[in-house]
């Protein structure tokens, strides 16, 4: 099965079980919560059911494209499902099988991991699940987002796509993936792989990084004051990314970076705080 | 009335396997207690679990509970009625209140005085209807660390409950909780047999679950894991050594048990040994194998399931390792690019703690401690600690330690012989955090005792002064074990530190800490010993043995000198029921209860002793008191009461035969400083 059909399968599975398919958001991030399919669609009482694909960058995992497990950017595929389901574990499992494994030919483990996104001012309690040792999924019940109480709560699931389909293909190297029949993972992504590692580590202008995270702190804030919330969440986002390379370039000492930290988490729970009382 | 089997199995999504455990436990202790509250009949309860169900089995419980009829004393005769005959409020009040009526009283004399009683009865109950009303409290009572919300629930479990079995022979339980009803159903293992399984009784239960690949019973599952590690171990020529807190995490991490052996690439060997152990055993949850003693390039994983395909599932495993191996590579590769030295440039930007600064302000307190230390054991390592403090917190700032926090120290010993440090000032790095856990091995040079003994005491002192103090079951820091490592490591060295004294003298370190508190350098040294006077009556009790009473509160324990502690509490415990020993506790005794409250001259006067037994009773103590001295430089407590022993028989002469109490008020004052005199030194050694 190649990466492309992986994503279709999953998004056929989850789409027949009432989610909306919905798209990557434009806006760089480090993980598909940041979405604002996640991140709003967990805040307030509405049901909702949603999947979809997320590139998400890791500026401090870039390898230059020389590891064959580490990117700068992998692709998440994210369902969130309020209230969650009594038989979401199962209904995970069958999405597995669906994809091709065997229950009964892998060993899948749920060991425990109590997620936490100290930007995003969230955590949740859950699991990382393994198929044979290799965590594949983060699964979580949120507790918490924006520093929000999450009640109903939303089950987060989030497939390493990466992950999944080198197991599927039985390749030992992500860049060895076969993407669809006619391109491989490495042809499209390896170059990219290499800039963006390079510009993190090496090339970024911290100077100006620096300078970027005050003024879309600044934006972020205006636009809270505005009332207008969506726009708002993009500069958030814009701060978690900055934060994310500077981090990386070890521009941030560690006393400093808890400070940041705490400034895009106050970002973060304005932002659900505006959301929340317009419920829109 | 009839004794059935009684059945509690809880369904949960996969419990965190370091609190299965507890949380059974604690089920099991609400469940007995209630039983016992509620007078329900009941023999023989075990407790059982795995990832997924928390099990409570009963073997008798009665399916009734009796009636019972209970005298009850109510008001006294002569205010329970009025001069009409009347009953009076009081007796309208006591009726009411046990729902009885008149005809149920009666009248029963107590020492002369009349009482109204009455017969108060109960109704015999069903017992599975009081089960049905008491276990939806005693199941949300159970012992929760971390418990979480799901869907629209308000209630928190550790993770979502997903079905309840209750029988009580082969009837039905039923309750109801805000998540999920009771029923007769249980599920098998979650990939082999996660169906809905009808239970018509507590037997079928114990039949079902092995078909549907579950093994209840913990022990059961552990035992099965050894054996198969046994099997494996023949079969392929290792030897797989048993971490007892891997396998019984392993043992809540599965239903049904099936061990296999996978391999990696033999090129990882060439890596130091924990890069490799680490990722395997606190990551991965493998066991390392060894041939002839040295590490080799296979490892035990157990599956939660049976052996179909388990050629997908070792290959699998054996993806991970390598993928962690290879990382673990690649940031000791990244490591070896800067010296140690270097590394330790970065420390001023790791912080310890907010108010205490950065490790490099840490280890410049832990320099000064380990230099006075040095100095109060007269260890002649001046030179040493000042190569070993600079270095020693540098790996936190490596990438190894970055991801394999839990061998900082040992990944810091690696480099420095790295670097080609003296191998005492490796080990010494190495050695800083000894202990890790109780029972772990403690330093073993005396460089590596002294800074593991500065570097714990700064954090307690330090911690403590910034008001961040253990309360009860909260310790962040560990300081409670940290403190506990301390005396350990000055027991095993024979170090003989005075602590209480060490630590007033360490005070002004912290000045600046404590009084940003407002706590005042007294309370503070105060407060750091007692806590040290605490933890070491808990290890001489826990650790070492020694009994509350009758030896550890014999003994001062306020100067903290570990080493002259453990061998009064070594001697007390021999001495204990000894004639000459009971002997003088007994005058000790006699002179105490003499001299209590009594005021003393400041100097004793030769001249003021008359009395012949008086003479004869100093005397006779003076010439012991120089013998039993020298056996308390010695710490020899038990030639320190022989010693004593011949003079005991003088002094109880003296008290037998005179009044001590003189008339003469300066006679008496004289006496009373003798006895004082007496009844310090032998309190030298015990209280």
């Known amino acids: 099965m190649n990466f492309q059909e992986l994503k279709r399968k999953l998004q056929d599975f989850w789409s027949a079980r009432g989610c909306t398919i919905g798209e990557p958001y434009d806006v760089e991030k480090g993980a598909g919560t940041m979405n604002p399919l996640t991140f709003f669609g967990a805040l307030g009482e509405k049901s909702v059911a949603r999947a979809y694909v997320e590139p998400s960058r890791r500026p401090a995992d870039g390898r230059y494209g020389d590891n064959p497990n580490r990117l700068y950017q992998h692709h998440q595929f994210q369902v969130i499902i309020k209230p969650s389901p009594i038989d979401i574990v199962d209904t995970y499992i069958e999405s597995l099988e669906y994809i091709g494994f065997n229950k009964d030919e892998h060993d899948i483990r749920f060991v425990e991991d109590n997620w936490e996104s100290p930007t995003l001012g969230a955590f949740g309690k859950g699991w990382e699940v393994w198929l044979d040792g290799m965590e594949i999924t983060q699964f979580t019940f949120f507790q918490e987002i924006g520093g929000m109480t999450c009640k109903p709560v939303t089950a987060e699931i989030t497939y390493g796509l990466e992950r999944i389909a080198m197991y599927l293909q039985n390749v030992e190297n992500v860049y060895d993936l076969q993407y669809s029949d006619s391109e491989k993972y490495g042809e499209i992504y390896h170059r990219r792989e290499y800039d963006h590692s390079k510009y993190c580590f090496e090339l970024c202008n911290e100077k100006q990084l620096l300078q970027d995270f005050d003024n879309y702190e600044s934006e972020s804030k205006r636009l809270v004051s505005l009332g207008n919330i969506f726009t708002a969440y993009d500069f958030a986002l814009k701060c978690s990314h900055t934060f994310n390379v500077l981090d990386a370039r070890g521009a941030i000492s560690v006393t400093e970076r808890a400070h940041y930290i705490a400034r895009i988490r106050a970002l973060m729970r304005e932002v659900a705080k505006l959301y929340l009382s317009q419920e829109c | ?687």
């Open chain 2, 1 to 687: 009335m009839s004794a059935n089997k009684f059945l509690l199995e809880i369904g949960i999504e996969e419990i965190p396997a370091q609190y299965v455990q507890k949380m059974a436990q604690s089920l099991e202790v609400n469940i007995q207690k209630a039983l016992v509250e509620n007078n329900i009949e009941h023999q023989n309860a075990y407790v059982y679990y795995t990832p997924r169900r928390l099990v409570l089995l009963v073997e008798q419980m009665s399916d009734v509970i009796a009636g019972t009829v209970q005298e009850v004393k109510g008001p006294a005769k002569k205010s329970a009625f009025d001069e009409q005959n009347n009953p009076t409020r009081a007796l309208q009040g006591f009726l009411a209140g046990r729902k009885l009526t008149l005809e149920d009283t009666f009248i029963k004399n107590i020492n002369g005085v009349e009482y109204i009683f009455a017969n108060q009865k109960t109704e015999a109950k069903n017992t599975a209807d009081v089960m049905a009303t008491l276990l939806p409290n005693l199941i949300m009572s159970i012992y929760q660390p971390n418990p979480m919300r799901w869907n629209t629930f308000s209630g928190k479990f550790i993770r979502p409950i997903r079905w309840i079995l209750c029988l009580l022979g082969a009837t039905p339980v039923n309750f109801e909780l805000e998540f999920v009803k009771s029923g007769n159903t249980t599920r098998g293992h979650r990939t082999l047999a996660n169906h809905e399984i009808a239970v018509s009784s507590v037997d079928d239960y114990l039949a079902k679950l092995p078909q549907a690949f579950v093994l209840l019973n913990q022990n059961e599952r552990k035992q099965i894991i050894l054996e198969q590690i046994k099997r494996l171990e023949k079969q392929y020529g290792i030897t797989v050594p048993i971490d007892t807190d891997l396998l019984d995490e392993i043992v809540n991490l599965v239903e049904y048990p099936t061990a296999a052996v996978g391999s990696y690439d033999s090129a990882f060997l060439a890596l130091p040994e924990p890069i490799i152990i680490t990722p395997m055993k606190d990551h991965q949850r493998y066991f390392p194998a060894y041939q002839n003693g040295k590490l080799t390039d296979k490892f035990v994983f157990v599956r939660n399931g049976n052996d179909y395909y388990i050629e997908n599932v070792i290959k699998g495993n054996q993806r991970v390792l390598s993928a962690r191996l290879k990382d673990g590579e690649f940031f000791y590769q990244e490591d070896l690019k800067t010296s140690l030295a270097d590394k330790a440039k970065k420390l001023p930007d790791v912080v310890f703690q907010t108010k205490l600064g950065s490790y490099t302000e840490k280890m410049a307190r832990v320099q000064e401690i380990s230099y006075r230390l040095n100095l109060a054991l007269n260890l002649n390592l001046s030179d040493k600690i000042d190569t070993t403090i600079p270095l020693l917190k540098a790996d936190l700032v490596s990438a190894v330690v970055g991801e394999f926090s839990e061998i900082q120290g040992v990944m810091g010993a690696i480099y420095a012989r790295h670097d080609g440090y003296a191998e005492d000032v490796c080990q010494a790095i190495e050695e800083q955090y000894l202990p890790r856990f109780s029972g772990d091995k403690l330093p073993q040079s005396n460089l590596g005792a002294v800074v593991a003994i500065a570097d714990k005491l700064d954090s307690i002192m330090g911690l403590c002064a910034v008001n961040l103090k253990p309360t009860g079951s909260q310790d962040p820091f560990a300081l409670r074990r940290q403190a506990i490592g301390i005396l350990a490591t000055i027991k095993a060295h024979n170090f003989d530190l005075n602590l209480s004294t060490f630590i007033k003298s360490l005070a002004p370190l912290y000045a600046k800490f404590y009084e940003a508190e407002n706590m005042s350098e007294s309370d503070f040294t105060e407060y750091v010993c007692n806590f040290f006077a605490q933890r070491l009556s808990i290890m001489l009790n826990e650790d070492m043995g020694f009994a509350i009473s009758e030896v550890i509160s014999k003994i001062d324990l306020s100067a903290l000198n570990m080493t002259e502690i453990v061998k009064k509490a070594e001697a007390i415990s021999k001495l204990n029921g000894t004639s000459h020993f009971e002997e003088m506790i007994q005058v000790m005794q006699r002179i105490d209860k003499m001299i209590a409250g009594k005021s003393a001259a400041e100097n004793i006067v030769a001249d003021l002793v008359k009395n012949a037994d008086e003479k004869i009773m100093m005397s006779a103590f003076y010439g012991c008191q120089e013998y039993a001295q020298i056996a308390l430089n010695n710490a020899d407590y038990e030639v320190f009461v022989e010693n004593i022993y011949p003079c005991l028989e003088s002094i109880n002469a003296f008290f037998d035969h005179n009044l001590v109490m003189s008339e003469d008020l300066d006679e008496r004052a004289n006496r009373m400083a003798e006895l004082k005199l007496i009844s310090d030194f032998m309190h030298k050694f015990v209280l």
